[in-house]
Structure formats: structure tokens, C-alpha cells
């Protein structure tokens, strides 16, 4: 299986074990002071254990704190920082991995020089400001916690003369210099998505009329210095690549793909080892974030590696939500190298081993949800949805893998997300588990959640056949009662019956097409699900918009409502920045601060509240999809307590409603309690 993806690979003088990187990622674990520590080290650890041939780094600073995007990130700027880089690279080398460190300068975007007050270094006074639609879509707490990040003041530019040119240049040779000392294998130099390299390669933001503005070849001017010094300092033989933007969406002037092929080519030039390839698009636009650079579509830029490698002779990096099958056959067919993999390390640190040992199916899938890359936007520490590990291998990853001291019996009841990875989790440490489920399949709330988004079905699929792997007594059509529970006399019971998802009490909630609550695993079991051409969804979560999204694209005529000021808040808001851009593009209308008041045969009244006043709303609806309201329901654990059948332990949306993350979570979180 997967034999050329798993094949070694030389970038330069660097021999890899196979061709699978993890793709650098910004993930704010590092305190604030820049140097590395065992937290960090743990993560990126667990990725060399876990089969990566290259770990990429996240975003190193050359020049900490300036050139920052935070405080929370490596720095590289100063020896002192050496111990942890050192320590890094032996800990990643332990594992047979190779460490490339990224470095950057991040330019416009050094959050943390405009948070301290010092001016952002840029080619050019900048004659353009982006679309800044980021606004739009976020809730209060959430454009409060992005300008705290920032600092809030207005950002000052300074524009970069001859000696700052002359500085960046060294800047990046001194921390190649020191990535090689402290045993690094070779540095990846960010030359995209925005920042300070990508800046002077963009027509769009470099409007300079020296040697290093004007044409293509006097834009890579800087980018070809700052290749060949870090080979002089750091030695010839020292691996240096970029990562370039094959383009620059939605900017005016942006970097076409004509340009950055040239860009390529003029690296590969002036010394570079291999050309990493990823895009970018104007970052003050929420929606074009899923656009560029964390791509959206399933291998969004592999015609842009394609198109680079027929230009360069050095080794080409793919990236982009690139599938184990496909990045196998990339390579086969010679259209990459090396495939980098960013999002899938965060949700399973083992990847390249399960592959290795031939078992795809036990890699836990990404659901593309986006939880990870929205904490850094408020300066804070990556989450994964579906792995409670990342981020926290220092605390997590032994008890993990442990075995418990004492088996014990467990009954879990409810085979929705939470109950199925407490199962899991628990019958990894040792323990004897039973899984009861009222319904007649596993799946629960995840379930309806994969019949409208496809890489929930993937989860759902993994999560079945690990409980089924490790041997959890699964018991469909099974009502957990105390006296059953009794019966089976467990040590400890989990509960995880979801949550309550109750008629709404308003005139006309009675009527045959209000859907709600069970009505919906019906409804959402065919294709083409049976309700009228006119449908109203109430309840803007997850499920709504996921819904909303199933069935414009049924050909349906649909309302979203919700009594909140910000439709899909439960989403991570770069998801919820793509999904609702692409409901208004297909024309669902979407309706916030809404209250329903009435629901008729043919439609529903509501009051939708204004700035100034409130207005009436009357909606034509076929049928009513009513998925607000759900509330936590913990009231089995309550009648086991009070029978004292055995400790019970509330999970998932029985505990209230957390969605997947919280599910997963809170069902990893009993599990290693037990
Ligand atoms: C949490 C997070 C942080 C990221 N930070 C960086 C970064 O520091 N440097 C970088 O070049 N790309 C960064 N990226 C982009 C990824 O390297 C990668 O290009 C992108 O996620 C697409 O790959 P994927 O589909 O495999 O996730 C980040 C992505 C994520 C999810």
C-alpha cells in the first residue's frame, strides 16, 4: 500500500524516510517568550513517532518580536533560543524524522509589532486594503478576542529602505546559520501568504521602482538574496527551500501562476533545494481564507505543484487537503515530490505509521472543521474537534496509550460521538466495555451531521470500526433502564444519550410538517429528502446550516432562521465564513435575531429584531425544520444515581450541548478518568 508515498527521497543533501511531511503549522503552544519547551517539543515529537518523514515547523521568527504574528511563537532571532531548537531536533531525530524549521518574517501581518507599537515593514506604502469582510459573520466575543490579538491600533507602515533589505537578508542567513547549529536539517523559508518574502513577490503589494520592484525577476530579487546568503552562512551543503503562492486570490494585481513559475525557477537559481508550493488570498476577506491558503476543496492546489514541477528540476512539496490515495499516485505519475499534510497531523499524530503498517482505515479523518486555525486568530492554542491530544501531548498522549491500573466493566450508553470514543478510549486502556444504543445504528447525532457533510460519514465510519476493532460488546435496540443496567452490572456507567430535542411550545409546532427532534433521522435517511419545495429551518447551528446547504442544493427554496445575532455561531468562524458566503451565493435566505411566533400550514411568523425597531416576518414554508432548543438531558445518570446502580459519568450533549468537539472531548476525558 501506498508504496511511492512511502518511498525514501533526497531534498538536496536531505535523505527522507518516505515523502510524507507534516506541513508547518502556527499553533501557539510556545509560552510567550518565543522558546521552545517540552509542550511543544511533545507535539512535534509525537508526529516524528508517528511516521512523518519531515516535520516542517511552524513559523519561526527571524527576528522575534519583530516580524511576529505573537508572542507564542518559535523564535530564532538569538542563540538563547538555541537549547530548545537543539532539543527539538534531537527528540525529532530520535524518531528516524527529519526537522525542517520555517522561517519567517511575517511583514504586513506582524500582529505582535502592531500590538507593541512598532511600525509593519512592507515593500511599499500599500495602495490597496483588501475586501475586509472579515467583520461580517463574527460574533461580538470573537471580533473582541481578534483585535485584542492585534492590539487594536491602527497599523503604521514603514516602508523598507536599502538597510532594511540589507537587515531581513541577514536576519534570515543568521537563523539558518542557527537551525544548522542546533541540528536542524534544513530551513523551509516562507515566501507566502503574505508575509514579508510573498510581499515583495506580489505586484500587489510591491509598487517599489528599484532593482527590487517592477518585473517578476527584480520582485524575487530579495527572495534569491535571502537563498543565497542563508547557503553562505549556513553552508552550501545545508538544505534551503521555499514556499511560494502558486497565486494570490481574490487581489487585484495578485500573483498570477505565470509569475510565481518564474518565481520558481529564479529560486531554484539562486540555490534553492525544492520549491514548497501552497496559495494565499487576500486575508482581510473571511470567506476567501478557505479559498487560500487552508483550501477548502480536496486537492485544491495539485495542478499548481503539477505546474511548477514541469518547470524546476528540484524536488516539488504538494499541498491541500491532499488524500493518501492521491498523494501516492502524484507521485507515482511524477507530478510531486513530497506531499505535506497540515491538518490531518493535527487530527492524527500517527499517520505515516498507520500507512506504514498498512491501515489506512485506522487513521482518524480531519473533518475539516476549521476548530484548529480559528484559535490562532484570537491568539490562542490550537484545539482539534476529533483529537484531545493535540496540543496537549504532555498531559495526554501517555495516558492515552497506557493501560489502566485495574480493568473494570463499563456500560456506555449512547453510541453517538461521545459514547462511541469513551467506548473507544476505554477499551484501548484495558477495560471491558458495553455499548448500549437505543437505535437501530451507531451514530447518534454524528449521524445526521454525515448524511450533510462528508467527511463527518469518514469519522463516523472510523469511530465504528475502532470500537469495533477493540473488541466493545455493541448492542443496538438496547434501552438502557436501571434494572437493565443493573442486570449488567457494570463498574461504571457513562452516559451519553445526546440531547433533547423537544417540540417547540408555540401555535402550530403540532402540526405534520413541523420536523424536529427524531422526525429528522427520518427525513435525512433518502437522498433526496421528502419535504415541500418551500422549507423553513429554525436553528442556525451546525445541523441548520448544514441542512440548509443539503437542500438548496436539492433544488429547495430555504429560509434559515435563528434567534441569535450570528447565524452558524457554533461553527469555528472560518467554516462559518465559507458556509454562509456559499448559502448566500445560492440564494437561502438567512435571518438572524429572529424569533418564531406562529407556524401556519403554509408558513411561519416571526419577529426579527432591528437596530431600531422590531419587524414582523411571514414566511412561505412547506414544511418546518425545527433544530433549536436542544438541551442537555442527564436525566438517566440521575435515576442510576439515585438507584445507586454505579458511578455515573455524563458525557456529550447529555452534559449540554457542546457538538462534536465537546462530544469527543468529554468522551476522551471519562475515558481516561476510568
Ligand atoms: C492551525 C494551522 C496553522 C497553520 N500555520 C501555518 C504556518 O505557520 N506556516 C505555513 O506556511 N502554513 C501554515 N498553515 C497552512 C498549512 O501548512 C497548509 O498549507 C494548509 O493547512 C493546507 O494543508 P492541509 O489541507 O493538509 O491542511 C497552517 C494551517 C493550520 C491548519
Same mark, same amino acid.
Not at 429560509?559 to 461553527?571: I, N, R, V
Given at each position: 500500500m501506498f508504496p511511492h508515498l512511502l518511498s525514501p527521497v533526497r531534498i538536496g543533501t536531505l535523505e527522507l524516510r518516505n515523502r510524507i511531511a507534516m506541513s508547518p503549522m502556527g499553533v501557539e503552544i510556545v509560552d510567550d517568550d518565543g522558546v521552545l519547551r517540552e509542550r511543544m517539543i511533545r507535539y512535534y515529537e509525537e508526529r516524528a513517532r508517528g511516521g512523518a518523514g519531515l516535520v516542517i515547523s511552524e513559523v519561526a521568527a527571524i527576528a522575534y518580536p519583530r516580524g511576529a504574528t505573537t508572542a507564542h511563537q518559535i523564535a530564532i532571532s538569538d542563540d538563547r533560543y538555541l537549547p530548545g531548537l537543539a532539543e527539538l531536533a534531537r527528540r525529532v531525530h530520535a524518531h528516524g524524522a527529519k526537522l525542517a524549521l520555517q522561517l519567517v518574517h511575517h511583514g504586513k501581518v506582524s500582529r505582535l509589532d502592531q500590538k507593541q507599537g512598532r511600525e509593519l515593514l512592507m515593500p511599499s506604502e500599500p495602495r490597496w486594503h483588501g475586501a475586509m469582510d472579515m467583520a461580517r459573520d463574527l460574533t461580538r466575543e470573537e471580533l473582541g478576542a481578534m483585535i485584542a490579538a492585534s492590539g487594536g491600533a491602527p497599523p503604521k507602515i514603514r516602508v523598507a529602505t536599502r538597510e532594511d533589505i540589507a537587515w531581513l537578508v541577514d536576519r534570515f542567513a543568521d537563523a539558518a546559520e542557527r537551525a544548522r547549529r542546533a541540528g536542524a536539517d534544513a530551513v523551509e523559508l516562507h515566501a507566502g501568504h503574505g508575509y514579508i518574502l510573498s510581499e515583495f513577490l506580489s505586484p500587489a503589494w510591491n509598487h517599489r521602482d528599484d532593482e527590487y520592484g517592477g518585473p517578476v525577476e527584480n520582485r524575487a530579487r530579495l527572495l534569491q538574496e535571502v537563498i543565497r546568503a542563508c547557503k553562505q552562512r549556513a553552508g552550501e551543503d545545508f538544505p534551503v527551500w521555499c514556499r511560494l503562492d502558486a497565486v494570490e486570490l481574490r487581489t487585484p494585481d495578485g500573483i498570477r501562476f505565470e509569475d510565481a513559475q518564474r518565481t520558481a525557477e529564479l529560486a531554484e537559481a539562486a540555490g534553492a533545494d525544492a520549491i514548497h508550493v501552497s496559495a494565499y488570498a487576500d486575508s482581510t476577506s473571511g470567506p476567501a481564507f478557505t479559498e487560500a491558503p487552508l483550501v477548502h476543496r480536496e486537492s485544491g492546489y495539485v495542478g499548481y505543484a503539477e505546474g511548477i514541477k514541469r518547470r524546476v528540476r528540484v524536488p516539488v512539496i504538494a499541498v491541500g487537503r491532499i488524500e493518501f490515495e492521491l498523494a501516492d499516485r502524484l507521485i507515482a505519475e511524477g507530478r510531486a515530490d513530497v506531499v505535506a499534510m497540515a491538518r490531518k497531523h493535527l487530527a492524527d499524530a500517527e499517520l505515516g505509521r498507520k500507512l506504514a503498517a498498512g491501515r489506512p482505515q485506522d487513521v482518524r479523518p480531519c473533518v475539516y472543521c476549521y476548530t484548529c486555525v480559528a484559535q490562532p486568530f484570537f491568539d490562542r492554542r490550537v484545539r482539534c474537534a476529533v483529537n484531545p491530544? &493535540? /496540543?496537549n501531548e504532555i498531559d495526554l498522549a501517555m495516558l492515552e496509550r497506557a493501560k489502566a491500573a485495574t480493568p473494570r466493566r463499563v456500560l456506555v450508553v449512547g453510541g453517538g460521538p461521545a459514547g462511541l470514543e469513551a467506548a473507544r478510549v476505554a477499551a484501548r486502556r484495558g477495560h471491558s466495555v458495553t455499548l448500549c444504543e437505543r437505535a437501530d445504528v451507531l451514530g447518534g447525532a454524528l449521524r445526521l451531521a454525515a448524511r450533510t457533510y462528508e467527511p463527518n460519514a469518514r469519522l463516523l465510519r472510523w469511530l465504528e470500526a475502532q470500537v469495533r476493532d477493540l473488541g466493545v460488546s455493541v448492542r443496538l435496540r438496547a434501552t438502557v433502564t436501571p434494572a437493565l443496567a443493573r442486570e449488567l452490572a457494570p463498574d461504571v456507567v457513562v452516559v451519553a444519550t445526546g440531547a433533547r430535542r423537544d417540540r417547540p411550545s408555540l401555535p402550530g409546532a403540532e402540526l405534520p410538517h413541523v420536523l424536529t427532534g427524531d422526525d429528522l433521522a427520518r427525513v435525512l435517511a433518502s437522498d433526496d429528502p421528502p419535504v415541500g419545495a418551500r422549507v423553513a429551518i429554525v436553528g442556525a447551528a451546525l445541523a441548520g446550516v448544514s441542512l440548509a446547504e443539503l437542500l438548496r442544493a436539492r433544488g429547495r427554496e430555504v429560509t434559515l432562521l435563528d434567534? $441569535?445575532? &450570528?447565524? $452558524? /455561531? /457554533?461553527? /469555528?468562524h472560518p467554516r462559518r465564513w465559507r458556509a454562509l458566503a456559499d448559502l448566500r451565493e445560492q440564494g437561502v435566505a438567512l435571518v438572524a435575531n429572529a424569533r418564531v411566533r406562529v407556524i401556519g400550514a403554509k408558513s411561519l411568523h416571526a419577529v426579527v429584531e432591528e437596530k431600531v425597531a422590531a419587524r414582523e416576518l411571514e414566511i412561505a414554508a412547506d414544511h418546518v425544520i425545527w433544530l433549536a432548543g436542544w438541551t442537555g438531558d442527564a436525566a438517566l445518570a440521575e435515576s442510576l444515581r439515585a438507584e445507586g446502580v454505579a458511578p455515573a459519568l455524563v458525557i456529550g450533549d447529555a452534559g449540554g450541548v457542546g457538538y462534536l468537539e465537546g462530544a469527543i472531548h468529554s468522551g476522551f476525558h471519562a475515558a481516561i478518568r476510568i
Amino acid at each position: 500500500m501506498f508504496p511511492h508515498l512511502l518511498s525514501p527521497v533526497r531534498i538536496g543533501t536531505l535523505e527522507l524516510r518516505n515523502r510524507i511531511a507534516m506541513s508547518p503549522m502556527g499553533v501557539e503552544i510556545v509560552d510567550d517568550d518565543g522558546v521552545l519547551r517540552e509542550r511543544m517539543i511533545r507535539y512535534y515529537e509525537e508526529r516524528a513517532r508517528g511516521g512523518a518523514g519531515l516535520v516542517i515547523s511552524e513559523v519561526a521568527a527571524i527576528a522575534y518580536p519583530r516580524g511576529a504574528t505573537t508572542a507564542h511563537q518559535i523564535a530564532i532571532s538569538d542563540d538563547r533560543y538555541l537549547p530548545g531548537l537543539a532539543e527539538l531536533a534531537r527528540r525529532v531525530h530520535a524518531h528516524g524524522a527529519k526537522l525542517a524549521l520555517q522561517l519567517v518574517h511575517h511583514g504586513k501581518v506582524s500582529r505582535l509589532d502592531q500590538k507593541q507599537g512598532r511600525e509593519l515593514l512592507m515593500p511599499s506604502e500599500p495602495r490597496w486594503h483588501g475586501a475586509m469582510d472579515m467583520a461580517r459573520d463574527l460574533t461580538r466575543e470573537e471580533l473582541g478576542a481578534m483585535i485584542a490579538a492585534s492590539g487594536g491600533a491602527p497599523p503604521k507602515i514603514r516602508v523598507a529602505t536599502r538597510e532594511d533589505i540589507a537587515w531581513l537578508v541577514d536576519r534570515f542567513a543568521d537563523a539558518a546559520e542557527r537551525a544548522r547549529r542546533a541540528g536542524a536539517d534544513a530551513v523551509e523559508l516562507h515566501a507566502g501568504h503574505g508575509y514579508i518574502l510573498s510581499e515583495f513577490l506580489s505586484p500587489a503589494w510591491n509598487h517599489r521602482d528599484d532593482e527590487y520592484g517592477g518585473p517578476v525577476e527584480n520582485r524575487a530579487r530579495l527572495l534569491q538574496e535571502v537563498i543565497r546568503a542563508c547557503k553562505q552562512r549556513a553552508g552550501e551543503d545545508f538544505p534551503v527551500w521555499c514556499r511560494l503562492d502558486a497565486v494570490e486570490l481574490r487581489t487585484p494585481d495578485g500573483i498570477r501562476f505565470e509569475d510565481a513559475q518564474r518565481t520558481a525557477e529564479l529560486a531554484e537559481a539562486a540555490g534553492a533545494d525544492a520549491i514548497h508550493v501552497s496559495a494565499y488570498a487576500d486575508s482581510t476577506s473571511g470567506p476567501a481564507f478557505t479559498e487560500a491558503p487552508l483550501v477548502h476543496r480536496e486537492s485544491g492546489y495539485v495542478g499548481y505543484a503539477e505546474g511548477i514541477k514541469r518547470r524546476v528540476r528540484v524536488p516539488v512539496i504538494a499541498v491541500g487537503r491532499i488524500e493518501f490515495e492521491l498523494a501516492d499516485r502524484l507521485i507515482a505519475e511524477g507530478r510531486a515530490d513530497v506531499v505535506a499534510m497540515a491538518r490531518k497531523h493535527l487530527a492524527d499524530a500517527e499517520l505515516g505509521r498507520k500507512l506504514a503498517a498498512g491501515r489506512p482505515q485506522d487513521v482518524r479523518p480531519c473533518v475539516y472543521c476549521y476548530t484548529c486555525v480559528a484559535q490562532p486568530f484570537f491568539d490562542r492554542r490550537v484545539r482539534c474537534a476529533v483529537n484531545p491530544v &493535540t /496540543a496537549n501531548e504532555i498531559d495526554l498522549a501517555m495516558l492515552e496509550r497506557a493501560k489502566a491500573a485495574t480493568p473494570r466493566r463499563v456500560l456506555v450508553v449512547g453510541g453517538g460521538p461521545a459514547g462511541l470514543e469513551a467506548a473507544r478510549v476505554a477499551a484501548r486502556r484495558g477495560h471491558s466495555v458495553t455499548l448500549c444504543e437505543r437505535a437501530d445504528v451507531l451514530g447518534g447525532a454524528l449521524r445526521l451531521a454525515a448524511r450533510t457533510y462528508e467527511p463527518n460519514a469518514r469519522l463516523l465510519r472510523w469511530l465504528e470500526a475502532q470500537v469495533r476493532d477493540l473488541g466493545v460488546s455493541v448492542r443496538l435496540r438496547a434501552t438502557v433502564t436501571p434494572a437493565l443496567a443493573r442486570e449488567l452490572a457494570p463498574d461504571v456507567v457513562v452516559v451519553a444519550t445526546g440531547a433533547r430535542r423537544d417540540r417547540p411550545s408555540l401555535p402550530g409546532a403540532e402540526l405534520p410538517h413541523v420536523l424536529t427532534g427524531d422526525d429528522l433521522a427520518r427525513v435525512l435517511a433518502s437522498d433526496d429528502p421528502p419535504v415541500g419545495a418551500r422549507v423553513a429551518i429554525v436553528g442556525a447551528a451546525l445541523a441548520g446550516v448544514s441542512l440548509a446547504e443539503l437542500l438548496r442544493a436539492r433544488g429547495r427554496e430555504v429560509t434559515l432562521l435563528d434567534e $441569535g445575532p &450570528t447565524l $452558524g /455561531a /457554533a461553527m /469555528a468562524h472560518p467554516r462559518r465564513w465559507r458556509a454562509l458566503a456559499d448559502l448566500r451565493e445560492q440564494g437561502v435566505a438567512l435571518v438572524a435575531n429572529a424569533r418564531v411566533r406562529v407556524i401556519g400550514a403554509k408558513s411561519l411568523h416571526a419577529v426579527v429584531e432591528e437596530k431600531v425597531a422590531a419587524r414582523e416576518l411571514e414566511i412561505a414554508a412547506d414544511h418546518v425544520i425545527w433544530l433549536a432548543g436542544w438541551t442537555g438531558d442527564a436525566a438517566l445518570a440521575e435515576s442510576l444515581r439515585a438507584e445507586g446502580v454505579a458511578p455515573a459519568l455524563v458525557i456529550g450533549d447529555a452534559g449540554g450541548v457542546g457538538y462534536l468537539e465537546g462530544a469527543i472531548h468529554s468522551g476522551f476525558h471519562a475515558a481516561i478518568r476510568i
